[in-house]
Structures are given as C-alpha cells and as structure tokens.
C-alpha cells in the first residue's frame, strides 16, 4: 500500500493519492505510515501547490501520532514562504520544539529567504540571534542571502556591515557576497563604489579576495550602461578579453542595449558585427535590441534591414520584433506602412499582442483616423483580445480628443461594470490615467460639476487622487477666473499630503495675474523660491501676459531682465508677449530692442521676424518695416505669415512709391510667388505720377504671375512655377479679388481688357461672367 501511495503520488496524483491513504487508515486505524512516506506526500504536494493537501497530510500525522522530522517542519516552513505566508511560517517555526524538533541551519535559510524575498530583511537578520541562541552557526549562504536582501531594498551600508559580520564569524566573503554587493550598489545609482569594489576583486589578490566572474563583469556592464558611462563599459570589455573571460550573448546583449539607450547607435552596429566575427551568434534578444535602439532614433529602413538579416540567419522575428517596427512606424505616423507589417506579421504565423494593437490603435487616434480607430477596437474584440487598463486609456484620451467626452465617460461606465466572472476583470479597471483623462476633459468643456462628481467617484472606488489630478482642477479653475475655488482645492490636496508642484504654482500665478492680483502673484513667487521650487519660463511668461495685459510693460520688461540675470533662458512667447505691448503703446524702439534681444536667444526665425514686421506695419512704423522684411527675404524665408499686402498698401497711401516698388522688385528678383494684389496699388500710383513706363513692367510681372496661380490650378494644387517660393494657397482668390474690384480703377481696367484681347501671359474669363474652373481641378 505504500508503495502504491507513494507512486501515485509520484505520478501527479498527489490528490488521488491522499485520498487512498485516508481510506486505508479508515480501514486499519491503528497501523500507522511512516514519517518518509508523509515527507514525500508532503514535498510532492507542495511541487504541484497541492496546499489543502499539505494541510490534511499534517493533521494527520499529529492524529496518528507520527512525529514529524525537521525536514518535514523544513517542508512545511519552505511552501508557506513560497505562498508569501510568512507570518503562519514563522509560526510553524516556534511550534518546532515542542514537536521536539530542532532547526537546523537549513530551517532558519529557508525563513530567511522567505522574509528577503518579501522585502523583510530586518526580520530575517533578526533570526541570526535567535540562531546563536540556539547554537546554529550562520552559513555564508544565509549572509548572501541577507546581504543581497539589504542591497535591493537600498540598504546598502547595512549590507556592507553584514559583510563585516560575516568575517568576525570566521567565514569568507566569496564570489556571490561580492557579485550582491555591486549589483545593489548599480542599483542604487553607486556605480563609482561599485566599481571600487570590482577593482579590489581584480587586484588584491593577496587579500584573498574572490576573482570576479561572468556576472560580476556584467552587473558592472550594466551598472555603466545603466549610468551612460560608455567610456568604462570599453575598459569592462578590454579586461574582460585580456582576462580570457569569454563574452557571451548576455554580455553582447547588455552592451548592445546600453549603446542604443545611450543614442551610440552605429556603434551597436559594430558590436552586432563583432558577434558574427567572434562566432557568437546574436540571439532574438539582441536584433529586438539594435531594432528598438534605431527605431527609437528614426531609423526605420535600417531596423527594416534588420529584420530581413535576422530572417537570412534563421532567427525568425518574434511578437516583440514586429511590435518594435510596428511601434516606429506609429510613431512617425506612417499607418499604412504599420498596417501593411502588421498583415505580413499576421501572414508569418506570428499574432499580434495587446502591445502591437495598442500601439497601432493610440497612432490611429492622434492621427485623427476616429473610424479606423474603432474599427480596429471592434476587431480586437472580436478576434478574443483581453482588452486592458493600457487598451481603454487610449481610447479613452481618443474619445476626448476627439471631442466625444460624453462617449468616453460611457467607457467609463462600461469599464467598472463588467461580468463579475471575467477572468481578465481586473486587468482592465479604470487607473489613475483613466481618471485624470475624464476629469481634464470635463475640465476644458467647462463641466466643472460633472469633473467634481468624477473626483467623488474615483475616490469612492479606491482609485486615490495623486497630484495631477488636482492640478487638473487647479488649472482649469484658474484660466476660468475662479481662483477662490482653485484655492480651496489647493487646501485640499495639501491635506492630503501633496505639494504644490511648478505646474501648481504657474496655474495660481497665471489665475492671480488674470485677475490683477499683481501683490499676490509676487508673494506666490517668493513663496516657489522658498519651498526650493525655481520659476521656469512658462511661470515668467503667465506674469508678464497678464502685467502686458494690464498695461504694466515696464513691470513686463524689467521681469525679462530677472530671466536674463537668473539664467531662466525666454523662448519665442515671452518676447511676442513684450513686443506687442510694447507696439500698441508706441514704444517701438524698446520693442525694436528686444526683438534684437531674441534673435540672440532664439535665433533667426521666420516667427520672429514675421511678428515683429507684421506689428510695425500696425504701427504704421513703415520704413522699420521694410527693413525687417528686405532682411528676411535675405534669409529665404517664406513669407506666407507676412502681411506684405498690407504694407505695400500703406506705403503707397504715405506716397512711398519708390520704396513700394523697391520692396516688389526685391521679392520678384528672389522668385517669390506671392499675391498679385500687391502689384495693383503700386500700378495704380506710377500711372497717376505718368510713370506708364514702370507700370507697364509691374503689370507684366502681376500677369505672369497670374498665369503661375492659374496653370499651377489646373496642374497641381499643390504646386508652384518656375520653381518660386511657394507663400500661401490663396493666390487663386487674390487674383479673382483683382478682376473684380469695384475701386474705379483705370489702370486695373485698362489691364483686364487687354488680357480679353490676348496681351500677356494670361487667359482669364470675363470678370462679368466669371467661370470658376479650378473648382473642379
């Protein structure tokens, strides 16, 4: 009989087998089994987490009266550790001796391990006492064990103590006490002292140190790596190739994976080649690696070229392969190029995961693409995919984007009452994420209630608020003007523990200067200075908007100067910001002096210039104009944001026809194609002073330039003639404006007629009768 329990048990019946032996101590009570057979029972039960099992075994040695060994007490202590039951573990452990049991070094091990595992280490250091107690003397195994505990949790000059303990018992640190060491050390950042260590192993010999091996040199690879030291991870493979430590794939890997976070893709490609040349064959892991890192740097054809060398090595791309192609090219926004790989994965026999389709699924929504978007959801349902928490978020920040809040608090709604009896329920409740992107939403369509009543529910369903999502209510309020309740709110998250951030601070600051409360937004700033919070340019930009807006610039302008003294760097808004309040005052020479003040920052933008030249034409400030125009049509820029019309207009109004002309012989001379309107008060002007000569000239240049706009109509929308520099997509209309205006112009007259008659370049209907054929091109 027990042999045969023994052997079923040994099968994998271990249920089957319990079963058997209650109904043969049924049948003969007072025969008892053996402490071995219940051991194996015992070990066999736990291999297969068999735990009722376990249970009833136990009872029932106590019944019959079998006592139980210290490897049967091992057994029990070692599955409770494995099933995170410490606490009824360590109960079992002080129950030993009234058994009659002993631990022995392997019992106190096994509690050990159990309490490093579950982040306890204290407790477990605790036992090394209760060991001497006993007279158990601490193995070197025990110490690793508690060394590498200390080191992962952070606590590293404790694990440095215990390696002091470890030599006052006599034992030696070995290979693993240091290898815990320095990967506790990486892992918290100290790679320099890890490195001292690794140094130490390598030349004190005469210390008896340990020599390091293959994990030693690669918890330091990744350490390096980890810290962008690149330089070191070099020396770490020199040593290791002078020290005769062969690399294998695992180091290749690691060094492959630090130069491609550390953007060193080229020279990945290198040490991709060293593998081939040292005979290590690169496994599915390092071309997913040398992928990921150029897909990541926009190298999509050279991660495609990839691909096609793993497959000629007959290393067949993997779900991972495909998701890191298929994930660069959603994030360069090329969808038919992600969906034509996405059919030659699915051809291949390799079947997309929740990643790949999640990736595809978030590009279709920022690319607007709202019905491809849920045609793929629908077909991830459809084709048995476990949607989860990642899957709802994104379309949920879809559905908001796209306008469609109300369709998104549904999915909300949707998400929290699914079947009780779904095994994948819990993967896809709402997170924080799923909240922050509801509230926003109602926050920015202004349902300030609904986002409250959001709140109240998050909270209600365990979901806490961290401090985003008060910042979301502190913004919303404030760029409302309701900063008395963005003030309350703030007393709230404060209570519960949360700092005001930056973002906190510039959406009190922007609130506070909206309403003019110029004396609090300062104390609000030396409050940031206070609390050790830097003002960064957005903080800046919210007080000098709203001094600008109160008609403080000189208040704006000495905050400018703050910037430049605290090495706060302004952007291309802070400098609009104070050249427009400086033009509507008419203070255009101090408005002149910082747009030269950005072009040092910022640099030559087309932006900057275009602002600043768009803003003297307002000011009628015409020949400070002009030179801000002639200097960026010396820069090549495009003139689209110009409103070069307008300036030409005044210029000949103010009877500066002669910088009028200028201006237009200068954007013809650098083959600008820009509005035939601009030709016609300049026609008109020379025609009226006699100049027929010049008008004539300008009036061929305006035909031309019409005959461009017509033919590149019918040709190519899109396109521009002899290889102008394309300005904007309205010139078609402009030059209709021009057969049709009603100004009583004899020149424009004269013009119109005579291209009816064939003079020019041109072939335009009748202004009478217009025919619109470019509408249909």
Not at 14 to 27: D, G, M, P, Q, T
Not at 410 to 439: G, V
Not at 593 to 602: A, E, G, H, K, R
Request: proline share 3%; charged share 25%; aromatic share 8%.
């Amino acid at each position: 009989m027990v042999l045969f329990v023994g052997s079923l048990a040994k099968a994998g019946h271990v249920n089957i087998a319990v079963s058997k032996l209650n109904v043969f101590r049924l049948k003969y009570p007072n025969k008892p089994f053996s402490v071995s057979l219940y051991n194996l029972l015992i070990r066999l039960a736990l291999e297969q987490n068999y735990m009722d099992c376990v249970r009833v075994l136990y009872e029932d040695m106590i019944v019959c009266r079998v006592s139980p060994e210290t490897y049967t007490f091992n057994l029990l202590i070692g599955g409770l550790c494995d099933s995170g039951c410490l606490d009824d573990a360590r109960k079992v452990f002080d129950k030993m001796p009234e058994r009659g049991c002993v631990p022995n070094e392997f019992t106190f091990g096994i509690l050990v391990r159990g309490y490093c595992r579950d982040g306890r280490g204290e407790e477990g250091l605790e036992l090394l006492e209760v060991m001497r107690g006993m007279g158990v003397v601490p193995n070197i195994v025990i110490y690793n064990t508690l060394v590498s505990a200390f080191c992962k949790e952070g606590k590293t000059d404790e694990a440095e103590k215990l390696v002091e303990r470890i030599r006052e018992d006599g034992l030696v640190p070995n290979v693993v006490t240091f290898n815990s060491r320095i990967s506790g050390l990486c892992r918290a950042g100290k790679v320099l002292e890890a490195s001292r260590i690794f140094r130490d192993m390598q030349v004190d010999k005469e210390l008896g140190l340990p020599q390091p091996n293959t994990i030693t040199y690669n918890l330091m690879l990744e350490g390096f790596c980890k810290e962008g030291m690149m330089e070191e991870v070099e020396t770490v493979i020199e040593t290791m190739k002078e020290s005769g430590v062969s690399l294998e794939v695992q180091s290749y890997n690691i060094w492959l994976s630090g130069l491609v976070r550390n953007g060193k893709v080229l020279e990945a490609q290198d040490v991709l080649n060293e593998m081939a040349e040292k005979g290590v064959s690169p496994t599915i892991v390092s071309y997913n690696i040398m992928m990921d890192g150029l897909c990541k740097n926009g190298m999509l054809r050279d991660a495609k070229t990839v691909m096609s060398i793993m497959k000629k090595d007959g290393v067949a791309p993997d779900v991972v392969s495909y998701s890191i192609l298929l994930h660069g090219y959603c994030k360069k926004g090329k969808i038919n190029e992600a969906n034509e790989l996405l059919r030659n994965m699915i051809a291949n026999g390799c079947f997309p995961n929740n990643y790949t389709c999640n990736s595809l699924l978030e590009s279709l929504w920022k690319e607007g693409k709202v019905l491809e978007a849920e045609e793929l959801l629908n077909k991830m349902k459809e084709r048995g995919y476990a949607l989860d928490t990642v899957t709802y978020n994104i379309v949920l920040d879809g559905l908001c984007k796209s306008g469609k809040v109300d369709k998104a608090v549904e999915t909300l709604h949707e998400m929290w009452n699914q079947e009780d009896d779904d095994n994948n329920k819990n993967n896809r409740m709402p997170d924080l994420i799923t909240y922050s992107t509801i509230i926003n939403a109602l926050c920015k369509d202004g349902k300030l209630e609904e986002a409250k009543k959001k709140f109240i529910e998050m909270v209600g369903r365990n979901v806490y608020p961290d401090s985003v999502i008060y910042d979301i209510f502190v913004s919303n309020l404030c760029k409302k003007g309701k900063v008395s309740s963005a003030f309350r709110v703030l007393k709230d998250m404060e209570k519960k523990g949360y700092n005001k951030s930056l973002q906190t601070y510039n959406s009190l600051i922007l609130g506070l200067g909206m309403k003019s409360q110029f004396f609090e937004m300062y104390g609000l700033v030396d409050e940031m200075r206070e609390r050790g919070t830097s003002p960064n340019v957005c903080t800046y930009n919210n007080m000098i908007r709203c001094l600008c807006e109160s008609g403080q610039t000189d208040d704006a302008s000495k905050l400018l100067d703050e910037m430049l003294t605290k090495g706060v760097s302004p952007n291309i808004s802070t400098f609009k910001l104070l050249i427009r309040s400086l033009c509507l005052i008419g203070e255009f020479k101090p408005a002149h002096d910082v747009f030269d003040i950005s072009l040092s920052i910022c640099g030559h933008t087309e932006t900057l210039y275009s602002f600043m030249f768009n803003e003297l034409v307002a000011g009628d400030e015409l020949m400070e104009a002009k030179d801000v125009f002639m200097s960026a049509l010396d820069r090549c820029f495009e003139i689209g944001n110009f409103k070069y019309a307008d300036f030409i207009g005044r210029l000949c109004k103010a009877e500066m026809l002669e910088c009028a002309s200028d201006v237009l012989r200068k954007m013809i001379k650098s083959r600008y194609s820009f509005d035939p309107a601009s030709f016609m008060p300049v026609i008109d002007g020379l025609r009226m002073m006699g100049n027929k000569r010049e008008a004539d000239e300008f009036a061929e240049w305006m035909l031309e330039m019409g005959s461009e706009v017509k033919f590149s109509n019918q040709v190519n929308r899109n396109a521009t003639v002899f290889n102008r520099r394309k300005v904007s997509n309205n010139n078609e209309n402009n030059w209709q404006h021009i057969l049709h205006r009603d100004d009583g112009s004899r020149a424009t007259l004269k013009i119109v007629n005579k291209i009816q008659k064939g003079w020019g370049h041109a072939r335009i209907s009748n202004p009478q009768s217009p025919q619109y054929d470019f509408v249909d091109s």
